[in-house]
């Protein structure tokens, strides 16, 4: 296989379990998908679906115990094994060529260090960087990533910004090493709307500007609608549908993709807006995963063909596209038709 066909992540039948009182929670449960040089791809689903898990997994961050990677799991970075990999090339690829920006940077941050010596110890680390271009270097980055006052900010503690700063700071970190990959853990959700929007083209822009592959985690379809370039939705420890963005946003071919559209809020010019959709009923525990489909529980369009074995994850004519459902096929002609009539 020629370098250019190896994607620059590739995860194959991830399955992460966890010991817990009630028993082993198979929190992610056969994932496989894979991000390409200087694409962004999103991963959307409800909390508790294993969106985390998968992420952490990549770069080893998960407790062990209590968690625990299945042997048959893989996760390849430009070709490279990283589950089981040598410790000392681990921290080398974690932070150097893959880096990873959190929910909350206040939990991120070390409270007792200045920001600007916490993104210099990156820079000294994994470019080999003296303390005094460190510093510069630092400096610039903040810079870069739309901090005012750079050398006011080097100084500052973790808890004498906002939650914005603190965040821009986390991307500075981020980029500090030049990672290939960039994997933001709901960067977002911590935010106002204002800072939002300001994080999320401030990564659209690193990724322009430095051709940089992003990973983003949310649960949030605006925010995957606005930045993505593919999207995986995940439900229950599984991967549910995957394809473009415009193709799983626009003409989404599993219930919970749909489900999950019809509970976001509309904004309408005048009168009153519809009333929200929630999806009904829970997720299933994942210590006791279901046989059948995991959404049969909760879909409004199941029926008895659903109640049998479980769906396996197929093609819908692209292979980039798949989804995992019974009704794939009746699912795929209707979008069909209702493209052809202007509806979709």
């Not at 968690?67 to 681990?90: C, P």
């Not at 980055?141 to 739309?146: A, I, K, S």
């Not at 439900?235 to 219930?255: D, K, M, R």
């Not at 559209?261 to 959709?277: K, N």
């Amino acid at each position: 296989m020629s370098e250019q066909a190896i994607p620059l992540l590739a995860v194959h039948d991830l399955r992460v379990a966890f010991a817990t009182d009630q028993g082993v929670a198979r929190a992610v449960d056969g994932v496989s998908f894979s991000v390409e040089s200087g694409e962004v791809v999103g991963i959307v689903g409800e909390s508790g679906c294993g969106k985390s898990v998968t992420a952490l997994s990549i770069l080893g961050l998960l407790a062990t115990p209590p968690a625990r990677v299945l042997e048959q799991s893989s996760i390849r970075f430009a070709g490279e094994e990283l589950l089981g990999m040598d410790r000392a090339r681990l921290r080398e690829i974690r932070g150097g060529q893959i880096a990873i920006v959190f929910q909350e940077p206040m939990t991120s941050l070390n409270p007792v260090y200045s920001v600007g010596a916490q993104v210099a110890e990156v820079l000294r680390h994994h470019r080999g960087m003296r303390q005094n271009e460190a510093r510069a270097a630092t400096m610039a980055l903040f810079e870069e990533v739309g901090l005012y006052e750079p050398a006011v900010e080097y100084e500052s503690f973790p808890h004498q910004l906002s939650g914005g700063m603190r965040q821009r700071v986390m991307i500075a970190m981020a980029l500090a090493g030049e990672p290939r990959l960039i994997i933001a853990d709901e960067p977002t959700t911590a935010l106002d709307v204002t800072v939002q929007a300001q994080i999320l083209a401030l990564l659209a822009r690193v990724r322009a500007d430095h051709g940089t592959a992003v990973l983003l985690i949310s649960h949030d379809l605006g925010v995957i609608g606005e930045l993505c370039d593919r999207v995986i939705v995940m439900y229950a420890g599984q991967v549910v549908e995957v394809g473009s963005v415009s193709e799983v946003l626009g003409s989404p071919a599993h219930p919970y993709t749909r489900a999950l559209l019809a509970s976001r809020p509309v904004v309408v010019s005048d009168g009153d807006p519809p009333p929200l959709s929630p999806i009904k009923g829970v997720v299933p525990s994942a210590t006791a995963w279901p046989f059948t489909c995991r959404f049969l529980e909760r879909c409004p369009e199941a029926d008895g063909e659903c109640d049998g074995a479980a769906p396996e994850l197929v093609s819908l004519g692209d292979h980039r596209r798949r989804s995992r459902c019974h009704h794939v096929v009746d699912v795929v002609e209707d979008v069909v038709e209702d493209t052809a009539g202007g509806l979709r």
